[in-house]
């Protein structure tokens, strides 16, 4: 079993819809997550960290399952500009990245 | 200012030249990373410095050796590289290497190993 497992995608959504993504992790010992964002063939920028209690940011909702062992994004009101591959990071000691989800809004 | 800048944005380089890559931060962080990200693939950690001393190496392949001159610079040297190594080289800074702190990633440099 991966590290961290995403659903590679894409998911593709109409404008206004909303999403949601996954992310299990199999290391019971992270202490610490996040959700960036990569556009093509630019660098990751953190879109959110992610707290115990869950925490939102506008559009966007993190939540944290430690019981399960999975974070998740919910994104609201789905803009084009959303569209890009959504990365999880898994924190213990290193960072460990999942693969990616892909996700394409369409107008 | 979470502004981390790397330099050159794209590197052209054959098997037996020497070139590097450059890292700078002016955000006083003490903790920075260099991974490496192939094409559809999430970022590979490769080193990590904390406080100017190598902490991390993800054993890299010596052909890659990394340099921390001062704690706003991290350097990649680059030499006898092969044509896998072609892929996007990214350099992430954090306050420091504690599990809670976020990653500023650079905008990366682009190699391609001819």
Request: net charge positive; aromatic share 10%; with cysteine.
């Amino acid at each position: 079993r991966k590290e961290v497992e995403q659903d590679p995608g894409p998911f593709n959504v109409p404008e206004g819809a909303t999403v949601a993504f996954n992310c299990t992790y199999s290391n019971s010992a992270s202490q610490s997550f996040f959700w960036y964002r990569q556009d093509c063939r630019k660098e990751p920028k953190l879109l959110m960290s992610v707290y115990s209690s869950g925490n939102e940011d506008g559009r966007f909702t993190a939540q944290l399952n430690r019981a399960s062992q999975y974070i998740s994004l919910l994104i609201r009101d789905s803009k084009l500009s959303d569209s890009a591959t959504y990365l999880c990071v898994v924190k213990r000691w290193r960072v460990t990245f999942g693969t990616g989800t892909k996700l394409q809004v369409i107008p | 200012d979470t502004e981390v800048t790397q330099t050159p944005k794209h590197l052209v380089m054959g098997m037996t030249n020497k070139k590097s890559l450059k890292c700078e931060q002016h955000m006083g962080h003490r903790a920075m990373y260099w991974y490496k990200q192939k094409a559809k693939k999430p970022p590979e950690l490769m080193f990590v410095y904390s406080y100017e001393k190598l902490s991390i190496n993800e054993s890299v392949p010596s052909r890659f050796s990394p340099e921390c001159p001062n704690s706003s610079l991290l350097n990649l040297h680059l030499h006898a590289l092969q044509p896998e190594d072609s892929a996007l080289y990214l350099c992430a800074s954090s306050q420091d290497e504690q599990v809670q702190e976020t990653q500023y990633f650079g905008p990366g440099t682009r190699l391609l190993v001819l």
